[in-house]
């Protein structure tokens, strides 16, 4: 739909980073509360699913972050060595700014590890840790651990959906590029 929002949510992480499974699992509770909270069916762009074959990803990734009210994103310190990362959560924070949304945003992060080593700008952002969450076993989800993350995730989703009815109009929202990989925010201590 051309001058349109076309999702919901856009959802940011590095491939590398997670388990397929358990990446899947999170977003199917969130997708699902989400769509309880909206009262209506939510539109998530996940790459892995929304772009099809032959498209070149890159022109796909840029159109659904324009066409996206909000942005989800699962941090590590992984994340933010990552151009493409980086490039989706920038392109956020400058919509942010042009729509001079304050301390509130559209951008809403789920901590998947660490946090020390975040840019400042991302260690500023309350995020939903799920770090003890993070486990790569399928035996994981029949666990009360998994109950617990379930029940965090749905107060995520109300949260969530209030990002996405508040979002501004649609625009022709600028995409920020990253150029080459952003060098780690790691500091060395001394011994």
């Known amino acids: 739909m051309p001058g349109d929002y076309e999702h919901d949510v856009f959802f940011s992480y590095k491939r590398d980073d997670l388990n397929l499974y358990w990446r899947?699992?999170?977003?199917?509770?969130?997708?699902?509360?989400?769509?309880?909270?909206l009262k209506r069916p939510a539109t998530v762009f996940v790459d892995s699913s929304d772009i099809d074959v032959g498209h070149r990803w890159p022109d796909s990734l840029r159109q659904a972050l324009k066409s996206s009210r909000c942005?989800?994103?699962?941090?590590?310190?992984?994340?933010?060595?990552?151009?493409?990362?980086?490039?989706e959560w920038r392109s956020f924070l400058e919509r942010e700014r042009r729509f001079a949304l304050g301390s509130h945003g559209l951008i809403a992060p789920l901590k998947f590890h660490d946090g020390e080593h975040f840019p400042p700008e991302a260690q500023t952002a309350q995020w939903l840790d799920v770090e003890q969450y993070s486990s790569i076993l399928p035996v994981f989800w029949n666990t009360p651990r998994a109950l617990e993350l379930e029940d965090k995730l749905k107060?995520?989703?109300?949260?969530?959906?209030?990002m996405v009815e508040d979002a501004p109009p649609f625009a022709d929202w600028p995409v920020f590029e990253?150029?080459?990989?952003?060098?780690?925010?790691i500091e060395l201590r001394r011994l």
């Open 24 to 37: 899947t699992q999170v977003l199917n509770i969130l997708k699902r509360n989400l769509a309880e909270e």
């Open 178 to 185: 990253q150029e080459g990989d952003p060098a780690p925010n």
């Open 71 to 87: 942005l989800v994103c699962l941090w590590s310190p992984l994340y933010f060595q990552s151009a493409w990362c980086v490039s």
């Open 155 to 162: 107060t995520f989703a109300k949260a969530l959906a209030a």
